[in-house]
C-alpha cells in the first residue's frame, strides 16, 4: 500500500486510477487509511463480500472474530471493462510492486 | 573465574531479533519481503552462536545449571525459527485458489461499493470519470484483507 502511495503520482500521470477495495467500512476507511494513514488514492467498503465473492477472492474466516476477507489481489482494467493484467499472490508477504504495475499501465493505449 | 557463556546469550537474543525484525523493518522493501533472506541470514548466525553456546555448555567441567540453561535457550531460538519459516512459508501460502477470479483477457466484474463518503460508486464511473484531467487509461483493483 505504501509503495502504492508512493508511485501514485506516477500512476496518475499514466492515467491510472487506484481503487483499493477491502470488507472495511467506509468510517475505519476514512479514519485509518485516509486521516491516520494519510493515503490519497480511493478505498471502497464491501462489508458484504459484493464484489469480493463476485472476483471469487473471499478468504473465508480469516478476518477479525472468524469474519471472511478478501485475499490479497489486483488487477489492472482498461476503460473498455477488461481485465489487462493482474496478480494472485501465492504468498501473503510476497506483493505486486508498484514498478511493475507502472510498466505494464504505460503500456495501455 | 567463571566466564559467561555470550555465545548462548547472543544466539537466543539474535533468534529474537532475526524473527521480529521482519515484521518491524524488513517487510518494507519489498527485496527484503518477498524472500526474507536477511531474517534468514540472521537465524543462521544465531543458530551458529547456539550451538557453540551449547557446545561450551556440555563440557564436562560446567554445571548442570549451565547446561539446563543453555537447553533451554537453545530450545527457544530453534522454537522462533520454525514459528519464522511457518509463518512465512506455511500460513503465508494459506490462501483460497480463487479460481473463478476474472482473467486477462475478461471481462471484469461490475460493482457498486461505499466511498469514505458513504457514496455508492460503480466501476464503470471508475472506469469514466477523468483521472489528471484526461479519461483514465485504466482502474487498478487492489483488494486486501482490511485494516482491524
Known amino acids: ?109 | 573465574m567463571k566466564r559467561l557463556n555470550w555465545k548462548i546469550w547472543a544466539g537466543l537474543v539474535l533468534s529474537l531479533v532475526a524473527g521480529l525484525s521482519y515484521e518491524f523493518v524488513f517487510i518494507r522493501w519489498p527485496i527484503t519481503r518477498d524472500f526474507p533472506w536477511v531474517n534468514l541470514i540472521l537465524f543462521a548466525a544465531a543458530m551458529v552462536l547456539l550451538f557453540l553456546g551449547l557446545r561450551r555448555a556440555f563440557k564436562p567441567d560446567k554445571r548442570i545449571v549451565a547446561k539446563i540453561f543453555s537447553s533451554l535457550a537453545a530450545a527457544l531460538g530453534v522454537l522462533l525459527l520454525a514459528g519464522f519459516l511457518f509463518a512465512i512459508f506455511v500460513f503465508g501460502r494459506w490462501l483460497p485458489a480463487s479460481a473463478a477470479a476474472p482473467q486477462v483477457g475478461q471481462k471484469a466484474p461490475e460493482f457498486t461499493l461505499t466511498d469514505p463518503n458513504n457514496k455508492p460508486v460503480t466501476l464503470r464511473q471508475l472506469l469514466t470519470e477523468p483521472v489528471n484531467n484526461k479519461p483514465p487509461k485504466g482502474v487498478l483493483l487492489i483488494f486486501y484483507r482490511g485494516y482491524w
Do not use: C
Not at chain 1, 487506484?18 to 479514519?31: K, M
Not at chain 1, 489492472?76 to 477488461?82: A, E, F, K, N, Q
Open chain 1, 1 to 109: 500500500m505504501r509503495g502504492v502511495e508512493n508511485n501514485l503520482p506516477a500512476l496518475s500521470e499514466a492515467g491510472i486510477r487506484t481503487v483499493a477495495i477491502s470488507v472495511d467500512s467506509p468510517e475505519i476507511n476514512r479514519e485509518y487509511m485516509l486521516q491516520k494513514a494519510g493515503y490519497t488514492f480511493t478505498f471502497l467498503s464491501d462489508p458484504k463480500l459484493e464484489a469480493i465473492r463476485r472476483y471469487d477472492l473471499v478468504h473465508a474466516g480469516q478476518g477479525e472474530k472468524g469474519a471472511d476477507v478478501a485475499r490479497p489481489a489486483e488487477f489492472l482494467i482498461d476503460p473498455s471493462g477488461t481485465v489487462r493484467w493482474r496478480m494472485m499472490t501465492e504468498n501473503l508477504f510476497r506483493r505486486a510492486r508498484p514498478e511493475q504495475i507502472l510498466e505494464i499501465a504505460k503500456s495501455l493505449q
